[in-house]
């Protein structure tokens, strides 16, 4: 599936560096006894171009982090920046603009328009804030997604593997900055899920895009340049040129060590 750099894909990449960085980001949820530390003081940088996996137990903060760092959700403390945009800075209007241009997200849920068919369903958030698509980018995209001969079908007419495709095609449509993914292959079988990971690792080995995806599956981390792991709102490791192997085994000692603490 990955292909040698083209030109185009050689300008696509063009852009290095951070598209995300997170600094001493701390999330409390609640007061007094409901009082929940879902971050505690995580520093992580999410490269331009490369695709990260965040791995952790359930309730370790993973999808707090996306949330905090997206302008999802309030942080509490630290920083959280979007290329060199601090989050904190912001407006709730400044905020849904920046979502709108800079940042993709999706979710483990497709969360498809029904009454809409697939490439309706990719440009729908832009339709709806009055942007016209870049044409060749839109192009380049639905010809890396797979989907030709089925854009004009409605969500119930493909499979779960190729809805979630339409949805990280929507996600990338606008040109985000960065695309967090919570979970995207949680309600699919093996084979769709592989379909999905192929087409997120495409997007950014081809498109140049940044990829951040929330996974429990080792198979699916390994798609991944890097993945981090979470435990108990914590930054605990980071893992390069992953292998579902090392992902397995680093998994194995976390889970010894918080057995016997
Ligand atoms: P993960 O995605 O790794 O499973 P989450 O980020 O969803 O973990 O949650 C981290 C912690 O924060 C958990 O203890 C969870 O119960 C708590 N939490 C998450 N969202 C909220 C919320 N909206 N209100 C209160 N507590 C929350
Ligand atoms: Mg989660």
């Not at 960085?21 to 409901?34: D, M, Q, S």
């Not at 009055?130 to 854009?151: H, N, Y």
Request: proline letters at 5%; one cysteine or more.
């Amino acid at each position: 599936m990955s292909q040698p750099a083209t030109a185009t894909t050689t300008r696509l990449r063009a852009s290095s560096g951070t598209a995300a960085r997170a600094t001493e980001l701390t999330k409390v949820y609640g007061e007094g006894e409901t009082r929940v530390v879902a971050l505690d003081s995580v520093t992580v940088e999410f490269g331009s171009g490369r695709f990260t996996a965040i791995m952790g137990p359930s309730g370790s903060g993973k999808s707090t982090l996306m949330h905090c760092m997206a302008g999802l959700d309030a942080i509490s403390e630290g920083s959280a920046r979007i290329g060199d945009t601090e989050l904190s800075g912001l407006n709730d209007r400044q905020l849904t603009r920046l979502r709108g241009e800079k940042i993709g997200f999706v979710f483990q849920a497709f969360h498809l328009l029904p009454t809409l068919n697939a490439i309706e369903n990719i440009t729908l958030p832009m339709d709806i804030v009055g942007r016209k698509p870049d044409q060749e980018w839109l192009e380049l995209i639905v010809g890396t997604v797979g989907l030709s001969g089925r854009l004009r079908h409605r969500p119930s007419q493909l499979s779960g593997g190729q809805q979630q495709r339409v949805a990280v095609a929507r996600a990338l449509a606008a040109r985000p900055e960065i695309v967090f993914a919570d979970e995207p292959t949680g309600n699919l079988d093996s084979c769709s899920g592989a379909e999905v990971l192929g087409f997120l690792r495409d997007s950014v080995r081809q498109l140049g895009r940044t990829v951040v995806m929330v996974t429990h599956d080792p198979v699916a981390a390994s798609y991944a340049d890097r993945v981090v792991f979470l435990a108990d709102g914590q930054l605990i490791d980071d893992l390069p040129a992953p292998t579902p192997e090392a992902v397995l085994d680093r998994m194995r000692l976390f889970d010894a060590k918080a057995r016997t603490s």
